[in-house]
Every structure is written in structure tokens, then in C-alpha cells.
T-cell receptor, first 112, second 112 residues
Framework: DVKVTQSSRYLVKRTGEKVFLECVQDMDHENMFWYRQDPGLGLRLIYFSYDVKMKEKGDIPEGYSVSREKKERFSLILESASTNQTSMYLC???????????FGPGTRLTVT | DQQVKQNSPSLSVQEGRISILNCDYT??????FLWYKKYPAEGPTFLIS?????DKNEDGRFTVFLNKSAKHLSLHIVPSQPGDSAVYFCAASYTNAGKSTFGDGTTLTVKP
């Protein structure tokens, strides 16, 4: 069974803090993705990576950065958290870029 | 420009009846389509997919239909069960895209 784990289920941070969200997958997948999910807006892609140290911007990269130093780990970084980044963050991985993605359970981030 | 649209935010059906969830797309380059199901407080899980070389794919109670000329796909669930109550996301991709584009989701409620 593919397993994608995220470091926290719930997180509360203050405005201006630097926030790290970690994601680990155990299936040797090349591709990893970060999304945010907001009511009525579906899943919006923030960043994705198709190889170690490679990254590509998604649809809403502003205010975020990512790091992929190892194949199994993909980190999302909020350099200076703002209240409009309060959201559900979902990590996913896949064998190739267009095949089905396996999602983690999500991190509910609240920025106050 | 939203390339994948799920125009019905919600759908309610009676247990045992058919559920039909719809999805429209605008990008004619899309050649692979997927449906995901998401329960509250969990990440989405892959349900079924279809390639553009087919017009139908079936897996148990779930069938996806693709109408390329209309740029429309639908997910049929027969018979619907209360456990099918969830948010359903449609997604589309193409070979060189590197990513999938998701719709906003449809919340299905199956009443006992």
C-alpha cells in the first residue's frame, strides 16, 4: 500500500512566522505535489517536483517555496505566514506526471 | 480561466438510485481524466480513470463516460450507497502537462 504521510494534522501559527510542512512517501515515486484546498475552490496546485532538487511552480506559488533534497520527502515552506494562507494543505505523489496521485491526510493550517 | 469545471456544487440522491456527477473541460489537449473521492478530514483517494481513446470505463458500481466532442465526462454510481457520501473531484491531464488540473468538486449525499 502506498503511504503518504504529512508531519502534522493540525497547526496553528502566528502571522509572520516561517512555517514548514513536511511530506514523506514510501513508494519511490518520482513526482510529488503540494495543493491547498479551500471551500468552493477545489484543489489548487502550489508546487510540484518530478525529481530530487527539481521544482516547478503550480497555479498559486506566491508566498510559498518548496524543497526536495531526498526523493521521498517534499517540504512546503511559508516564508512569512499570512492569514490568507489559512487552509487545508494536501501533499500527493505519483509514479508519473499524469497517473493517479496518492494523497496524504492533509494539514489544517490556521494562521492568526 | 478554469479549465475543468464541475458545475454542480452538490447532489443528493436516495440510496439504491443512480448518482450522476458531471464534469466539463475546455482544454482539448487533455487526454487522461480521473475521478477522486474525498471524505472529511482525509486526503482524496483515486476512484477511476479514463483515457481519451476510450469513451467508457467501468469498475464495479462506478462507470465513467467520456464525450470528447462535447468535452464532457460523467461519473455514474449504481446503486448509490450511504458510504458514497463524499466530495468527488474530477481531474484532467495531458502527457506533457506534468500535472493534473482539478475541478472544484461536487458534494454527493446519499440518503438512506
Amino acid at each position: 500500500d502506498v503511504k503518504v504521510t504529512q508531519s502534522s494534522r493540525y497547526l496553528v501559527k502566528r502571522t509572520g512566522e516561517k512555517v514548514f510542512l513536511e511530506c514523506v512517501q514510501d513508494m519511490d515515486h518520482e513526482n510529488m505535489f503540494w495543493y491547498r484546498q479551500d471551500p468552493g475552490l477545489g484543489l489548487r496546485l502550489i508546487y510540484f517536483s518530478y525529481d530530487v532538487k527539481m521544482k516547478e511552480k503550480g497555479d498559486i506559488p506566491e508566498g510559498y517555496s518548496v524543497s526536495r533534497e531526498k526523493k521521498e520527502r517534499f517540504s512546503l515552506i511559508l516564508e512569512s505566514a499570512s492569514t490568507n494562507q489559512t487552509s487545508m494543505y494536501l501533499c500527493a505523489s505519483s509514479w508519473d506526471r499524469t497517473s493517479e496521485q496518492y494523497f496524504g491526510p492533509g494539514t489544517r493550517l490556521t494562521v492568526t | 480561466d478554469q479549465q475543468v469545471k464541475q458545475n454542480s456544487p452538490s447532489l443528493s440522491v436516495q440510496e439504491g438510485r443512480i448518482s450522476i456527477l458531471n464534469c466539463d473541460y475546455t482544454n482539448s489537449m487533455f487526454d487522461y481524466f480521473l475521478w477522486y473521492k474525498k471524505y472529511p478530514a482525509e486526503g482524496p483517494t483515486f476512484l477511476i480513470s479514463i483515457s481519451s481513446i476510450k469513451d467508457k470505463n467501468e469498475d464495479g458500481r462506478f462507470t465513467v463516460f467520456l464525450n470528447k466532442s462535447a468535452k464532457h465526462l460523467s461519473l455514474h454510481i449504481v446503486p448509490s450507497q450511504p458510504g458514497d457520501s463524499a466530495v468527488y473531484f474530477c481531474a484532467a491531464s495531458y502527457t506533457n502537462a506534468g500535472k493534473s488540473t482539478f475541478g472544484d468538486g461536487t458534494t454527493l449525499t446519499v440518503k438512506p
